[in-house]
């Protein structure tokens, strides 16, 4: 097949029968369709259709090495820094199609199975056969085009202890049965975004497990089809409330829903299992695969996007309303501008300092990317939103709806609503997305899946600081202290 178009993606959609529950609704069947989740799902259609558009299909595609049909370049095994800026530039296209405000589109998990499907090493350590059914896997997905959500934790119950002891043990996916054509998963995991909408579930190590025994039935790596007979997804309540996109420019087009995973004992069959057992495989799953730097690659490239937005905006904010000569947002301007080409620059320098593994792929360096992944949650993301409130002010909530400038009182809208520079409605649509982009229910849940992107700020900070080289830095210091 290779490159899918929208509605290739939205036909295999509907014709899935998921289990999945939403606001008291029960859905099994065209969930493309479904009112929570059908502009989403159109949304990521047109993603797929940017692959063949003339236009982008160069950068979004490359010749399969099997078929020698096109297919994502995400799914690229990186051999050269050329080739890391060949998938950034795919990366690109999408993510400033959204804006940066779409986490989870396919090149974020796709990048991940492209670096395991390389990592024979890695899976050679508990059993080559690993590495073949991952590689085959990655294959399949490449050349059907798959869209893939993932779940990493358990659920949120008790966390003074392990996930493996919540609940007595029967509240976390675990391994229940062993059988010799694959094994059977009971328990729940969260989150996995873009669950209703996606083809394929990717279940991977938590990396936070102990390595004790008892964290054996709790380690493991495997994929199942969404609509996987037992598997169940109990999603959140949407934020996108089907107004126009005038009202909710961004809910009403980026909306992506989370949910809570149930495995109802589902089984995987064995080519579908990756790890099994080896909790201090599992906890090494992305650093020793290159999986995170790969991921990390595309999660930089998508923020610098979100970023160039919200510096956009907040310059269109300032044109409006005549505040662009003050001072004060004059410095906060810069702060943005400064955000935006910090990101430019440590995806060049993770590329250009970029290193082959073992396995013979070039993976940007990591500290390089591991900085800015620690970076931006902590302290861009939370000043992009801060940012759009300062400007804005009271315009956020002084803001008629699409239907009145239908209505009768349209001319005094017009009068006392428009701005230095835009007639009331435009003015009116440029805060609406301001609204949506800083204090909206969407907003909210963009500013939290951002802060936790890559788990607990704090605890990542601590692995940062103790995965890096400071020895030598610290002996320039002893070396001046002991000079006469």
């Given amino acids: ?10 036909d295999k959609l509907n014709a899935m029968t998921p289990e999945l529950y939403v606001d008291g609704e029960k859905v099994t069947s065209k969930v493309a369709e479904h009112p929570a ?4 799902a159109l949304t990521y259609a047109k993603l797929f259709d940017l692959q063949h558009d003339p236009a982008h299909r160069d950068v979004l595609t490359y010749e399969s090495p099997t078929t020698g049909e096109r297919v994502g370049t995400s799914f690229l095994v990186p051999r050269t820094e050329e080739d890391l800026k060949r998938r950034r530039a795919a990366f690109s296209v999408w993510a400033e199609y959204s804006n940066g405000f779409l986490g989870r589109t396919g090149d974020y998990m796709n990048s991940s199975l492209t670096a395991l499907s390389t990592a ?3 899976f050679s350590q508990a059993d080559p056969v690993f590495g073949e059914r991952i590689e085959k896997y990655y294959e399949m997905a490449r050349e059907n085009d798959l869209l893939a959500t993932h779940t990493l934790i358990p659920p949120q119950v008790n966390r003074s202890v392990s996930g493996s002891q919540q609940g007595g043990g029967n509240l976390s996916a675990k391994v229940v049965e062993e059988r010799e054509d694959g094994i059977v998963i009971r328990g729940a ?7 209703p909408i996606a083809d394929e579930l990717l279940v991977f190590p938590s990396t936070v497990l102990r390595g004790t025994p008892e964290d054996a039935p709790y380690s493991y790596a495997f994929a199942v089809p969404n609509d996987a007979p037992g598997l169940k997804y109990f999603c959140r309540a949407g934020l996108d409330h089907g107004r126009s996109s005038f009202d909710e420019p ?8 989370d949910a809570v995973v149930v495995f109802d004992d589902v089984f995987v069959p064995n080519e579908r299992v990756f790890l099994l057992g080896h909790p201090e495989l599992c906890n090494a799953w992305y650093s020793e695969t290159g999986a995170g730097a790969l991921m990390t690659h595309q999660v930089v490239t998508r923020t610098l996007a979100k970023t160039e937005f919200y510096l956009g905006l907040a310059s269109e904010i300032a044109a409006a309303i005549g505040i662009g000569g003050f001072q004060h947002i004059q410095q906060d301007l810069s702060e943005l501008i400064s955000y935006v080409e910090i990101e430019k620059a440590v995806l060049r320098a993770a590329e250009a ?8 792929v070039f993976l940007p360096k990591w500290e390089v990317l591991n900085a800015a992944r620690n970076w931006y949650p902590t302290k861009v993301s939370p000043r992009l939103t801060e940012i759009i409130r300062k400007f804005s002010a009271s315009g956020l909530m002084a803001l008629p709806g699409e239907a009145d400038f239908e209505a009768e009182g349209r001319p005094d809208i017009d009068t006392y609503l428009q701005s230095a520079t835009l007639p009331a409605k435009d003015r009116a649509r440029l805060f609406k997305l301001a609204f949506d982009a800083s204090v909206s229910s ?3 849940r963009e500013s939290l899946y951002e802060y936790f992107f890559f788990g607990d700020p704090v605890r990542m900070a601590g692995a940062q600081v103790n995965a890096y080289p400071r020895e030598a830095l610290q002996e320039r210091v002893r070396e001046l202290l002991a000079r006469d």
């Fill in 1 to 10: 097949m290779g490159a899918r178009t929208g509605q290739q993606y939205l």
């Fill in 37 to 40: 989740f059908r502009n989403n």
């Fill in 120 to 122: 024979k090493k890695f």
């Fill in 189 to 195: 995991r969260m989150l996995a975004t873009i669950a």
């Fill in 353 to 360: 300092d970029g290193k082959l593994s073992e396995d013979g």
């Fill in 442 to 444: 969407f907003a909210g």
């Fill in 250 to 257: 961004l809910a009403s087009r980026f909306e992506e829903m």
